[in-house]
Antibody, heavy 121, light 108 residues
Framework: EVQLVESGGGLVQPGGSLRLSCAAS????????MSWVRQAPGKGLEWVAN????????YYVDSVKGRFTISRDNAKNSLYLQMNSLRAEDTAVYYC??????????????WGQGTLVTVSS | SFELTQPPSVSVSPGQTASMTCSGD??????ACWYQQKPGQSPVLVIY???KRPSGIPERFSGSNSGNTATLTISGTQAMDEADYYC???????????FGGGTKLTVL
């Protein structure tokens, strides 16, 4: 059974930092692109970043470029999101999601339960 | 930048057919997918590659994509289908993923 379990969320002051983790199990983690997707309270889904299997390619939504860094450790079956210079508008539930393997298509076939990040003084 | 537009809400009577649209420039040239999200839960993939259903998704869920519009159709809608539905497609070489704003489906 595929499982994605996020951790590391919490309350942080504006300008602060937080590191999210996602523990993957039930599949060969090193074979898949992985993403972070967030959802602000009462709002829609927003893709944040993704990372290729070998970490060579990483992509970010414009609003987090230069502040967030996605990484992975295939030996530990883990995905990470280092978030620096946090802003109030980064407040959201952050989901770890596995990208499906269909050719020429990007979609998320498994999602974690999410971890809440609150940026507030 | 590439954007996807969804109507904020759709209403349907139980047993009837619900159709939800997702619009974007030349969306038919990309693959679209759809997620269902119930309150307090994580999103669930219901359609991918325009028309395919993941294992475990009921046959009443179907999808299409042509021109500028992708459509999610739920035939014989049930009360349990009441949820928010999000479309998603590949955005660009630098911003890989784009979501629509979501449609709240009400079954009444």
């Amino acid at each position: 059974e595929v499982q994605l379990v996020e951790s590391g969320g919490g309350l942080v002051q504006p300008g602060g930092s937080l590191r999210l983790s996602c523990a993957a199990s039930g599949f060969t983690f090193s074979n898949y692109w992985m993403s972070w997707v967030r959802q602000a309270p009462g709002k829609g889904l927003e893709w944040v970043a993704n990372i290729k299997q070998d970490e060579i390619e990483k992509y970010y939504v414009d609003s987090v470029k230069g502040r967030f860094t996605i990484s992975r450790d295939n030996a530990k079956n883990s995905l990470y999101l280092q978030m620096n210079s946090l802003r109030a508008e980064d407040t959201a539930v952050y989901y770890c999601a596995r990208e499906g393997k269909a050719v020429a298509a990007t979609y998320f076939d498994y999602w974690g339960q999410g971890t809440l990040v609150t940026v507030s003084s | 930048s590439f954007e996807l537009t969804q109507p904020p809400s759709v209403s349907v009577s139980p047993g009837q057919t619900a159709s939800m649209t997702c619009s974007g420039d030349k969306l038919g040239n990309k693959y679209a997918c759809w997620y269902q999200q119930k309150p307090g839960q994580s999103p669930v993939l219901v359609i991918y590659q325009d028309t395919k259903r993941p294992s475990g998704i009921p046959e009443r869920f179907s999808g299409s994509n042509s021109g500028n519009t992708a459509t999610l159709t739920i035939s014989g809608t049930q009360a349990m289908d009441e949820a928010d539905y999000y479309c998603q497609a590949w955005g660009s070489s630098t911003a890989h993923v784009v979501f629509g704003g979501g449609t709240k489906l009400t079954v009444l």
